[in-house]
């Protein structure tokens, strides 16, 4: 699996999936059904294969236990939130609020739990320093409102072959072609599954840094 980032667009895949169709000229399938399949398959692809990873920075302020989530990209799941070098222990607001004798909300000093609430982010003891606040996390592609055949796809050239097999399963469902739909779903799941296997060995792909918004 490579670092290198996306070089393939949403064009390149609208001109196989017509070209393997057999409607290049797209007569039969329009823009708007190609917006929907890549739409679905990014994201699908994403959250089958944890794919997409990047990192918020912010910074914390004494007195200050929240911080919103301000990421740039839907968040599939937070991977590890760190105050400074050190990693935060995840845990549970039920946890927290189940035992406010030991986590005291007006406790402050070096933070030691994070939980998630609503778009929030929460730290316990509340900061009594600034440092930086750094989120690692799993992101999902922007869903996109129009389709753009120049568009930089998200996910990295080494899952274009399993979208066009999304996107061509959407085709002959739509086509009404039950046996060639069977075939690239099955298609779509044994690349996936390699895929998956070969992430196994070692994270490959993309880690952004965007701004956390307090």
């Given at each position: 699996m ?6 393939k ?25 190609l917006?929907?399949?890549?739409n ?11 794919i ?7 910074t914390?302020?004494p ?6 989530l301000?990421?740039?990209?839907p ?7 760190r ?7 995840p845990?549970?607001?039920t ?16 933070p ?29 592609p ?6 753009d ?28 072609n ?11 799941a044994?690349r ?8 196994r ?9 965007i701004?956390?918004?307090?």
């Amino acid at each position: 699996m490579g670092y290198a980032a996306p070089t393939k667009t949403w064009g390149d895949v609208a001109a196989n999936v017509r070209r393997s169709f057999g409607d290049e000229s797209g007569v039969q399938l329009e823009e708007g059904d190609l917006l929907r399949w890549i739409n679905q398959g990014q994201y699908e692809i994403a959250r089958q294969n944890k794919i997409l990873k990047a990192k918020g920075v912010s910074t914390t302020m004494p007195g200050q236990s929240s911080y919103t989530l301000s990421l740039g990209k839907p968040i599939m799941q937070i991977e590890s939130v760190r105050c400074g070098d050190r990693r935060l222990v995840p845990t549970e607001f039920t946890t927290i609020d189940a035992n406010l004798e030991e986590y005291p909300t007006t406790a402050t000093g070096e933070p030691r739990l994070w939980y998630r609430w609503g778009d929030e982010v929460v730290i316990w003891p509340t900061p009594a320093t600034a440092e930086q606040l750094s989120i690692y996390f799993t992101a999902a592609p922007t869903a996109e409102a129009s389709y753009d055949a120049a568009r930089l796809l998200e996910i990295t050239d080494e899952y274009f072959l399993p979208l066009i097999d999304f996107c061509m399963a959407k085709a002959h469902e739509m086509d009404d072609n039950p046996q060639s739909q069977e075939v690239s779903i099955k298609q779509y799941a044994d690349r996936m599954t390699s895929m998956n296997d070969e992430e196994r060995g070692g994270q490959s792909l993309t880690f952004q840094t965007i701004n956390l918004v307090d």
